[in-house]
T-cell receptor, first 112, second 114 residues
Framework: DAEITQSPRHKITETGRQVTLACHQTWNHNNMFWYRQDLGHGLRLIHYSYGVQDTNKGEVSDGYSVSRSNTEDLPLTLESAASSQTSVYFC???????????FGPGTRLLVL | AQSVSQHNHHVILSEAASLELGCNYSYGGTVNLFWYVQYPGQHLQLLLKYFSGDPLVKGIKGFEAEFIKSKFSFNLRKPSVQWSDTAEYFCAVNALSNTGKLIFGQGTTLQVKP
């Protein structure tokens, strides 16, 4: 069955370190998204991609970057981790702009 | 700016009680609407969605939602909740001019007492 996976599921890092969160989908979806989930804020869009070599900034993109070198993967990089980036990160994908987004299991990140 | 508002942040119900969670959005154009559920420790799962047609949509596990365009609302309902419905519920809107980006509400935590 097609799926979307994220790794690691849990990560503890220190302030200032670079961290990369992986997202891999086997749906063959063109669109991929990264969200962060924080109490009282729901999910907020960080970055998104509509296809290979395409990346776009979302609502809360400062301090994050993504790259899309193939259809299946959209890694999220925290250039220099900050305590404010402690959160749960969800990756999602969809087959089209108007289609349902399917979510991965999430990565819980703690920045000390 | 487009926004989605969920009025109830924390709801506590007893089993068999009826549920209605409010969701309003601010966008005047055509929208696709979604309700997602997140059970404790799990990822978001789609409960139901509205794209077009009958404004009363039925989803999984006995949930339904009604799209009222004039009120910019998409409220979620269930006639009789179960303890297993304890979860966080998110309303989300895809404004079709917004190129596929989902705008989420803040979420509503539902606690069902056995």
């Amino acid at each position: 069955d097609a799926e979307i996976t994220q790794s690691p599921r849990h990560k503890i890092t220190e302030t200032g370190r670079q961290v990369t969160l992986a997202c891999h989908q086997t749906w063959n979806h063109n669109n991929m998204f990264w969200y962060r989930q924080d109490l009282g804020h729901g999910l907020r869009l960080i970055h998104y991609s509509y296809g290979v070599q395409d990346t776009n900034k979302g609502e809360v993109s400062d301090g994050y970057s993504v790259s899309r070198s193939n259809t299946e993967d959209l890694p999220l990089t925290l250039e220099s981790a900050a305590s404010s980036q402690t959160s749960v990160y969800f990756c999602a994908s969809s087959g089209g702009i108007q289609e349902t987004q399917y979510f991965g299991p999430g990565t819980r990140l703690l920045v000390l | 700016a487009q926004s989605v508002s969920q009025h109830n942040h924390h709801v506590i119900l007893s089993e068999a009680a009826s549920l209605e969670l409010g969701c309003n959005y601010s966008y005047g154009g055509t929208v696709n609407l979604f309700w997602y559920v997140q059970y404790p420790g799990q990822h978001l799962q789609l409960l139901l969605k509205y794209f077009s047609g009958d404004p009363l949509v039925k989803g999984i596990k006995g949930f339904e939602a009604e799209f009222i365009k004039s009120k910019f609302s998409f409220n979620l309902r269930k006639p009789s909740v179960q303890w297993s419905d304890t979860a966080e519920y998110f309303c989300a809107v895809n404004a079709l001019s917004n190129t596929g980006k989902l705008i989420f509400g803040q979420g509503t935590t539902l606690q069902v007492k056995p």
